[in-house]
């Protein structure tokens, strides 16, 4: 079975910095994505990034990247220029890839905090 | 393009009730899946829905059942509600056949069973 772990509850980062937040996960399979999901005070599920685990070279949006190490299990997200809308509980998830659509494994969250 | 919507927004039972949640999937979806997420916790999967027929089941009670419908819109049904059954439900949706299925949530039903 599929695990995901997120070893910080809580973060704190001055506003314009940059943070990092962790994730460790643990598998058999070889093809798989691995996300961020944002969740603001709305409750809404906002997908910030993800990365085929097939692909070397490591995920970028905007201010948001990653760091995916396949062999260590590890998929961190570092944000640069922090801004205060980005204060949110961040959940990293794992769903395994094939025909169909398979469930997300969610870690427990980090409680990001954006501090002005 | 409307997302993903869910109703009620907020709701209230008490203990040994029943209770439905619904879901609309986002346009031109075809797959509807339901998580619990308890406060404080990350999204735990309790079902997928796809043709009509429960594709995938996590480790949740029979208490916990659904339906979907032609038009591809779903209902959560949870029996003989307990206290523990309160968290936040949310719904996603994605399409079953795309090479890459990400799955888009809802805004989630917050249930509180006292």
């Known amino acids: 079975a599929q695990t995901v772990t997120q070893s910080q509850p809580e973060m704190s980062v001055q506003e314009a910095e940059t943070v990092t937040l962790s994730c460790t996960y643990d598998?058999?399979?070889?093809?798989?994505?691995l996300f961020w999901y944002k969740q603001p005070p709305s409750r809404q599920m906002i997908l910030v990034i993800r990365?085929?685990?097939?692909?070397?070279q490591n995920a970028t949006e905007n201010r948001f990247s990653v760091n995916f190490q396949k062999a260590a299990k590890s998929f961190s997200l570092k944000i640069s220029d922090s801004q205060l809308g980005d204060t949110a509980m961040y959940f990293c998830?794992?769903?395994?890839?094939?025909?169909?659509?398979?469930?997300?494994?969610f870690g427990t969250g980090t409680r990001l905090k954006v501090l002005a | 393009d409307a997302g993903v919507t869910q109703s009620p927004t907020h709701l209230i039972k008490t203990r040994g009730q029943q209770v439905t949640l619904r879901c609309s999937p986002k346009s031109g979806h075809d797959t509807v899946s339901w998580y619990q997420q308890a406060l404080g916790q990350g999204p735990q999967f309790i079902f997928q829905y796809y043709e009509e027929e429960e594709r995938q089941r996590g480790n949740f009670p029979d208490r916990f059942s659904g339906h979907q419908f032609p038009n591809y819109s779903s209902e959560l049904n949870v029996n003989a509600l307990l206290l523990g059954d309160s968290a936040l439900y949310l719904c996603a949706s994605s399409l079953w056949t795309a090479t890459y299925n990400e799955q888009f949530f809802g805004p989630g039903t917050r249930l509180t069973v006292l």
């Open positions: 598998t058999s399979e070889n093809n798989y994505y």
């Open positions: 998830a794992f769903m395994k890839h094939g025909a169909g659509t398979y469930k997300y494994i």
């Open positions: 990365q085929e685990a097939y692909k070397q």
